[in-house]
């Protein structure tokens, strides 16, 4: 191979690491910036976004009903991620005190949480604020702040986060993370 066809090619494989990246470039033709075009290429309907913002009215009116069956078809499945991950410090604790393999996920997911639900004994509530919704064709993410009450008293508060995803038409919740904090006593 002559040298300048191999520079040649050693320099469209670096520019297109570079962009890779996310590195803007200047080329002797243009300054190309990664992901410059299909930036503004996401895929999303204000039908979708109200349909969506549903899923997260009727996520919080199946809690105060109680209504698990309402609550459960706004999950893609019963094997729905449903989860606040431990901090390192609770990771720690935990490996210290009884279980030397902990890795700060539970085991139980969504049905625990539904059936604590259905259960309790006190009204339950969770307060959405600061939701802001992204989607991107048939998938969306979710994020807001959130306080959990029950008896109308803050259990934890923190950040939760959807995925979801358009299945046969309907929008679901494909996955629930969320960090959680204890009130301020």
Known sequence: ?????MQGMIK??????????????QTSAQTVT????QAS????TPEDIQAITKVTDDFQSALIKKDVKLLSSLMFSSN??????????????VRARYDVN????????????????????????????????TQDGHLAWVIFDYEFLADNI????GVETWQMVK??????????????HLPKK
């Open 12 to 25: 469209g494989t670096m520019l297109g690491l570079a962009l890779l990246a996310g590195a803007t470039v």
């Open 102 to 133: 902990f890795d700060g996920v539970g085991a139980s997911g969504y049905p625990a949480f539904a059936e604590f639900i259905a259960k309790s004994s006190k009204p339950i509530q969770e307060k959405f604020s600061n939701i802001k919704i």
């Open 80 to 93: 729905t991620l449903f989860n606040s991950p431990a901090s390192d410090e609770r990771i720690q604790s």
């Open 167 to 180: 299945n046969a038409g309907k929008w679901k919740i494909l996955s629930v993370v969320w960090s959680s």
């Open 34 to 37: 990664a992901l410059e075009s």
């Open 154 to 157: 803050v259990q934890n508060y």
């Open 41 to 44: 290429t996401r895929v999303s």
């Open 1 to 5: 191979m002559e040298k300048t066809h």
